[in-house]
Structure formats: structure tokens, C-alpha cells
């Protein structure tokens, strides 16, 4: 990673207050054009809110948000749409219209938020699929195709429309191991080729390891610990601590960066 590379991503000291609960805590967060960062932290840390606070899914009751030099913490409208245009969303269940065939899935945003024919969206639907290794399920229907096949096709929709950022809620959930580092293998992909500015939330701290750039934590509202994973690993924050040794304990971690 490029230190010298702009901040794509900034959240500076975001609280938020959800049913009289201080979910976020002065959230203080700098991420760079092109980076990879992952966010950690046990459930009910605020992870997911971070990442809505990031497309403007929430405003923070105190604090600043800026995307690509831009700040949009209490933007409305279509101000807020050209903001969000910018991001790609894989969400946790890839969030795919059953009734829909996986080309008309990934064709649907360009349908949706794009002035191209026909003909053009066809070629872009069928650059995604090649990118994504996808070939051969645009007939069939989210039902008709397995879980790893689903989180492709969830993948391909969200950089049709070619995003300056993807954020991934969960990508590895509910995935055996081996599909898991598909998927992992899958996102890395992703910005080697388009350069995008990858943001993504899970508790796969072995997912974690390997494609991040920096891995941060949530602990109580606040970003605890922000560093590589060879640096992250060594961290003598207590809950940072806690929590890798709880992973290596339950199996779900089998090495660490070093």
C-alpha cells in the first residue's frame, strides 16, 4: 500500500446513539485510496453502523464523514446519490431477486442508474461474469446455483457499475473453509485489477490476515487497534489480545502473519 496515496474514506470522531445505546464512540478512521482495510470486533460492536455511517445510510449525531475529498455527513438527496454512486455493496446474504436470473441481477443497476442501451449493458454484464469467473449461469436463478456461485454473482452486481469502493458485510458467513478463501482470493482480485478501495466487516480474523492491508478493531464504539496483521498480532491492547486468542481457541484461526 501507497502511503503517499489521498484518503478515500474518513470518519473523524463519528458517535452515534441508536434506542439511548452509545453504539459508535468517537470512531476516528483514515482509509486510502486502493487499501484493503478489514473491521473486527466482537457482535454489537458497531461495525455494521461504521460501515452505513461510510455511504451515508446514517448521519453520526456528532463527528465528520468524508468520501474522496468530500464531506457528506449531513448530505441529502441527489447530492448523497452521486456520493453513493461511487460505492459497490456485497452484502452478507448477496441480497440477489430470486425471481431474477443471475444476468438480469447483475444487469439491474445499469438498468436502474445508467443511460446505456441495451446492447452496452449486455457487454458489461458479460465483462463482470468473465471477471468474476462466473460463466455459464446467466439463465439460471439464485436458487438454481450454490453458495460460492451467489457471492460471485452478488460481486459481479456490485462493480458493474465500477465503484471507487467496495464494502463487503460479511462476505466468508455461512461459507465452508475452502470457499472462504475463494472468497477471500476473490476480493484480493478485485483490487488488484481495479485498484478499488475495499472495506470489509467480518469475524473471520484468518480472512482477516490475508487480505488485509490494515485490520482494525471495534471494541465498545471505539477503534482500538489499526495496523498490518503482522503488527495487529502483536498488539498488547488487552480486548485485541482477547480476541485472537478466543479465535485460536475455537479453531476458527490455524496461524497468524508473521
Partial sequence: MATDKPDMIVLDHVHKTLSGREILRGVDLRIKEGETV??????????????????????????????DGEEITYKRGRHLSECRAKFGVLFQSGALIAWMTIWENIALPLYEHSTLGDDAIAEKVREVMDLVQLEGAEGKRPS???????????????IIGQPKILLYDEPTSGLDPVMSRTVDELI????????????????????AFTIADRVAMLYEGSVVECSHPTEFVKSDHPFVKAFIEAQFKTGKLQGHPS
Avoid at 188 to 207: A, C, E, I, N, P
Fill in 188 to 207: 484480493m482480485d478485485m483490487q488488484r485489477r481495479l485498484g478499488v478501495t475495499s472495506v470489509v466487516v467480518t469475524h473471520d480474523l484468518h480472512s
Fill in 38 to 67: 478489514v473491521i473486527v470486533g466482537s457482535s454489537g460492536t458497531g461495525k455494521s453502523v461504521t460501515l452505513k455511517h461510510m455511504v451515508g445510510l446514517m448521519q453520526p449525531d456528532e463527528g465528520r464523514v468524508f468520501i
Fill in 144 to 158: 438454481q446455483i450454490s453458495g460460492g456461485m451467489k457471492k460471485r454473482a452478488a460481486l459481479a452486481r456490485a
